[in-house]
């Protein structure tokens, strides 16, 4: 196993954030680091002023870098993976216990199924996705999942970091469906991070935000 440092630092001020995510490089999935959550991260950190104390949900945490930024900023994170993905959910807490958040709650989810967890959940005010839209027969239960989130937290937000892998994948379809709305989001200055892991400089990474439709 090895351990992959992120230093987020701010362009106005001395403020400056360390964190520790450990991943296994030729593991399975959720268990490495993918090009679109340092940017995703990035966006959590240059946003923090406005985190402290909200309820924030990760989707398919995996390694969970966006996830424990939040933590680190002051949120009330809960980290989530497959609920048959023991190994996953076990890296959350490895993540967690790391970065010193003992507190972070980690819970198993699987997209596209209403499970008890879910329904259990405290009304939120930030859902965090990154690179979930990958596989796409997972679209629907993504946005599924997303979609029953935000009806039980109508005011919360979906903030989404993608990887485009084709121009012939496309979400508006189903965002119609389930009654959502997508917008892009402002790319965050990544050279205020400083780290080893610069994968997302060679894929078209693209943020944006889902939100229940206003009716």
């Not at 935000?150 to 965002?175: C, F, G, K």
């Amino acid at each position: 196993m090895a351990h992959k440092r992120f230093t987020f630092q701010d362009a106005k001020s001395d403020d400056c954030l360390q964190v520790v995510i450990p991943e296994v490089s030729d593991g399975s999935y959720g268990m490495y680091i993918w090009p679109c959550a340092p940017v995703l991260a990035q966006f959590v950190w240059q946003k923090r002023a406005c985190l402290a104390g909200k309820r924030i949900l990760e989707l398919g945490a995996g390694t969970a870098l966006p996830g424990i930024v939040a933590a680190k900023c002051g949120a009330k994170v809960t980290l989530s993976d497959r609920m048959a993905s023991q190994h996953c959910l076990d890296r959350c807490r490895q993540s967690a216990e790391l970065n010193d958040l003992p507190d972070i709650k980690v819970v198993g989810i699987t997209w596209g199924r209403i499970s008890q967890v879910l329904c259990d959940l405290k009304p939120l005010d930030l859902i965090l996705a990154s690179d979930c839209f990958y596989d796409s027969k997972d679209f629907e239960d993504v946005l599924m999942t997303m979609a029953f989130l935000l009806e039980m937290s109508p005011n919360a937000e979906v903030w989404v970091s993608y990887q485009d892998r084709s121009s012939e994948r496309t979400i508006q379809h189903l965002l119609y469906k389930w009654d959502l709305s997508a917008e892009e989001l402002d790319y965050p200055d990544m050279d205020l991070l400083d780290s080893k892991f610069e994968s997302y400089k060679t894929h078209i990474i693209q943020l944006f935000v889902i939100r229940k439709k206003k009716k």
